[in-house]
Structures are given as structure tokens and as C-alpha cells.
């Protein structure tokens, strides 16, 4: 199971994006997502550590992925990485 994180605020567009990028990948990968509010003490701290700068933010197994609007392409290929790693160890 590899673990994601999602950054969001409330009226966010990119927001609503990230999460139907997240689920048309989760048919094909096994994932976990965790959506946190940007604006809790949580999301800012996450936000911080990860260098997210505005919303939606996006970390994998606790690595910064990206903000903005996510690319489902760079998602899955990260995955697939990720996948592939830890069939080798």
C-alpha cells in the first residue's frame, strides 16, 4: 500500500482535480489517501516541511510530490517507480 497525503482548502478547484486524478489512479494502484485541510495545524506543518505552496499539496509516502494542479501522467509514473522499488528489496 503506498500512502498519499492531500493538502486542500475549502473552493478549490485544483482541489477537486487532484482528487479525481487520485481516483481514476487508485484502480490501478494500491493507495491510501489521507486528505488533510491546509488550513489545520497539521496541514500547515505538513505544508511547511514539503515546501507545498498553495493548495492542493501532494506527498507520497510522506515525499513531496507536487502542488497545484497535479499531472496524473507524473503521478503514475512516480507509482509504478515507487511499485518497482519495493518488489526489488
Not at 18 to 26: D, E, G
Not at 60 to 86: C, Q, W, Y
Request: charged share 30%; proline share 3%.
Amino acid at each position: 500500500m503506498i500512502d498519499i497525503t492531500l493538502l486542500t482548502q475549502d473552493d478549490c478547484g485544483y482541489c477537486d482535480h487532484a482528487k479525481q486524478v487520485l481516483a481514476n489512479v487508485a484502480a490501478d494502484y494500491p493507495i491510501r489517501v489521507t486528505e488533510i485541510d491546509l488550513a489545520s495545524d497539521e496541514g500547515r506543518r505538513l505544508a511547511e516541511e514539503a515546501m507545498v505552496l498553495f493548495a492542493p499539496g501532494l506527498l507520497v509516502d510522506g515525499e513531496p510530490f507536487g502542488h497545484g494542479r497535479i499531472s496524473e501522467r507524473k503521478l503514475r509514473r512516480t507509482l509504478t517507480n515507487l511499485a518497482e522499488e519495493r518488489t526489488r528489496s
